[in-house]
């Protein structure tokens, strides 16, 4: 079956601009978690959407904003770009019901702000 | 606060011998552990998990043990190959108290694996 599939894969932003990426979980997942990499930060939770409601959320800016649609597609938005917003962002999907089989990543969205 | 610590940045090992990663945490309310290798431009994939409720899960070369008592726990990866040199993230949750899809990681361990 297809796995989690994030595009684009690789953007280049101005500072100041906005951003929208999106995730496309593996079909039947229902919860769709969005992940921010950075050398210095490693890998941090962003928010989690399931069945298109925000059922957790990290410690990130209100800038960092995303939804989950019916089909459990999910997006999300970065206003107002910062040089420091540069990183791999990753989503990962699960079944939600069964934790022993983790949460399935895509490959990311590599964010350059430049 | 890093509540997930992974304090072995890097880890060589000769292929066929035995990796042991290790992941120490803090926070009491984890109740499920994961761990993920993760390729260059990559996403993390997958490795095994435990629960709480154990202290051993086996899967083919890979074995994860759970010390609660210590808040410790450890990968073993038996015999080591080639194709295993990646990082390697543990990663916990908090489900029953939080949400499933909330994961706090470790900073990784780079693992190469020699001829």
């Known amino acids: 079956k297809a796995g989690v599939t994030q595009t684009p894969r690789y953007l280049i932003k101005t500072r100041g601009q906005q951003v929208t990426l999106s995730c496309s979980p593996i079909?039947?997942?229902?919860?769709v978690s969005w992940y921010q990499q950075t050398p210095g930060q490693g890998l941090q939770f962003l928010f989690e959407?399931?069945?298109?409601?925000?059922?957790n959320k990290g410690n990130f800016p209100g800038r960092f904003s995303g939804r989950q649609f019916s089909n459990s597609r999910s997006e999300m938005n970065v206003s107002t770009l910062e040089l420091g917003d540069s990183a791999l962002y990753l989503c990962?999907?699960?079944?939600?019901?069964?934790?022993?089989?983790?949460?399935?990543f895509g490959s990311g969205t590599r964010l350059t702000v430049v | 606060d890093q509540q997930v610590k992974q304090n072995s940045p890097s880890l060589s090992v000769q292929e066929g011998r035995i990796s042991i990663l290790n992941c120490d945490y803090t926070n009491s309310m984890f109740d499920y552990f994961l761990w993920y290798k993760k390729y260059p431009a990559e996403g993390p994939t997958f490795l095994i998990s435990?629960?709480?409720?154990?202290d051993k899960n086996e899967d083919g070369r890979f074995t994860v043990f759970l010390n609660k008592s210590a808040k410790h726990l450890s990968l073993h990866i038996v015999p080591s190959q080639p194709g295993d040199s990646a990082v390697y993230f543990c990663?916990?949750?908090?489900?029953?108290?939080?949400?499933?899809?909330?994961?706090?990681f470790g900073a990784g361990t780079q693992v190469v694996v020699t001829p």
């Open positions: 959407y399931f069945s298109e409601t925000q059922r």
């Open positions: 079909s039947g997942h229902r919860s």
């Open positions: 435990i629960s709480s409720i154990k």
């Open positions: 990663a916990a949750s908090a489900g029953q108290t939080d949400s499933w899809g909330k994961l706090q």
């Open positions: 990962a999907s699960s079944a939600d019901s069964d934790p022993n089989y983790g949460y399935t």
